[in-house]
């Protein structure tokens, strides 16, 4: 990304933060290269703080940190839109966002790939999903061609109820091995409406 850093005094730009799941603006702050660099590196969003004069990772200290989702630049090269998962409030006040809205999304799926998302940056032990990541790519294909022959098979039956549970698996399964690749049912999502033109 070629960023225009010089284009203030202070070598800063502003970095406007947006949910991926809900579209919603959630805070701003200001980045240096520094601050985008560490961004990059360890997918949680860090700033210069202009208040500490340092380096700031948000949610060092509350545990609320902005897991990195994407990076763009304006057409100016001077600010950034970067999209971030939300762990816990964003706001120093404790809500949701810094304009005191509630940052709600009412699309489940949305709300669950936030969750894998978390849960691949943030391991945990406990977490059944941590240890699919843990694990490697290749068991997570291989999870996923299981419960997609558990679905044939249920298909086959009159279960109705046993067919939406293995169905239920395979999404959730491959929504795992969707990250695990780098990639969100949006990605999918814009493939099939490329071919639906």
Same mark, same amino acid.
């Given at each position: 990304m070629q960023i225009d850093f010089q284009k203030s005094a202070d070598g800063l730009v502003p970095a406007?933060?947006?949910?991926?799941?809900?579209?919603?603006?959630?805070?701003l702050?200001?980045?240096?290269?520094e601050a985008l660099d560490k961004t990059l590196a360890e997918k949680k969003v860090t700033f210069f703080s202009r208040s500490k004069n340092r380096l700031w990772t948000k949610g060092e200290e509350s545990g609320n940190f902005l897991l990195l &989702?994407?990076?763009?630049?304006d057409c100016d090269h001077d600010t950034l839109l970067i999209k971030a998962n939300? /762990?816990?409030? +964003?706001?120093?006040?404790?809500?949701?966002?810094?304009?005191?809205?509630?940052?709600?999304?009412n699309d489940f799926l949305a709300k669950l790939e936030s969750v894998i998302t978390d849960r691949k940056n943030n391991p945990s032990e406990?977490?059944?999903?941590? &240890?699919?990541?843990?694990?490697?790519?290749?068991?997570?294909?291989?999870?996923?061609?299981?419960?997609? /022959?558990?679905? +044939?098979?249920?298909?086959?039956?009159?279960?109705?109820?046993?067919?939406l549970n293995e169905s239920a698996d395979l999404l959730f399964h491959y929504l795992i091995l969707?990250?695990?690749?780098?990639?969100?049912l949006a990605d999918v999502i814009a493939v099939l409406k490329e071919r639906h033109k």
């Open positions: 406007i933060i947006q949910d991926p799941a809900t579209n919603k603006v959630l805070m702050g200001y980045m240096n290269q &989702q994407d990076i763009k630049i939300p /762990v816990g409030p +964003v706001c120093h006040t404790g809500a949701d966002t810094c304009w005191d809205e509630q940052n709600v999304s406990k977490s059944y999903t941590s &240890q699919l990541f843990a694990r490697g790519i290749n068991k997570m294909a291989q999870k996923v061609g299981e419960e997609a /022959v558990e679905v +044939v098979i249920e298909a086959k039956d009159n279960n109705d109820n046993l067919f969707l990250q695990a690749k780098g990639f969100q």
